[in-house]
């Protein structure tokens, strides 16, 4: 059996061999998927990520959510604690931890219904979730009962299994470019 380092490592070397075209068009479908599901729709308040390398490009969705009046979110790590901060452009932003760019702003947003998209390496079809190995997402979903926490990722960063550790926070579905599963 694969240890998690493994399939971590194995899943990052897929992702990173997909060219930019690749990205771009499994993107925007990923984009459009969110865009029509309910989750999306009825929200008020989106988290989102800024994508590092080859993770799935929200920022069109994030567009969306602005022309669309709802409010946004970018999350922003301090030590070992990550926390969102409203963000209503992408001339708010700077590089930040990790050489992730992060919202400027000041304004923590924290509201229990809303959506939160969430990037990992891969996940599986329970919803489990397995990322760079930081603990930060975890950290947060800790304690933080929010509504719908959904995964991003390309299709072919669903696992069968992904064997979760005890603080491993699973999510309720995950977007990918072949559409959107569902898992609570």
Sequence with gaps: METRKQIRERLKQKR??????QVQQ?????????????????????CFYYPLGKEADLRPLAETAWSMGKKTAFPRVAGRE???????????FAE?????????????????D???????LGFDWQGAR???GG?????????????????????????????PKE???????????TGIMIVR
């Design 16 to 21: 990173d061999s997909l060219s930019q075209a």
């Design 130 to 132: 397995i990322g760079y």
């Design 114 to 120: 809303a959506l939160v998209l969430t990037p990992g």
């Design 135 to 163: 603990g930060y997402y975890d950290r947060y979903f800790a304690g933080r009962p929010h509504k719908y926490k959904l995964g991003v990722a390309y299709a072919m960063q669903l696992v069968e299994r992904l064997h």
């Design 82 to 92: 990550m926390q969102f901060y409203q963000a209503d452009s992408f001339t708010e």
């Design 26 to 46: 499994w993107s925007a479908e990923i984009c459009k998927n969110i865009e029509a599901h309910p989750w999306f729709v009825q929200a008020e308040t989106v």
């Design 96 to 112: 930040g931890s990790f050489h992730v760019m992060e919202p400027v702003g000041t304004t923590v947003i924290y509201q229990e």
């Design 167 to 177: 603080h491993d926070v699973r999510m309720d579905g995950v977007a990918a470019e």
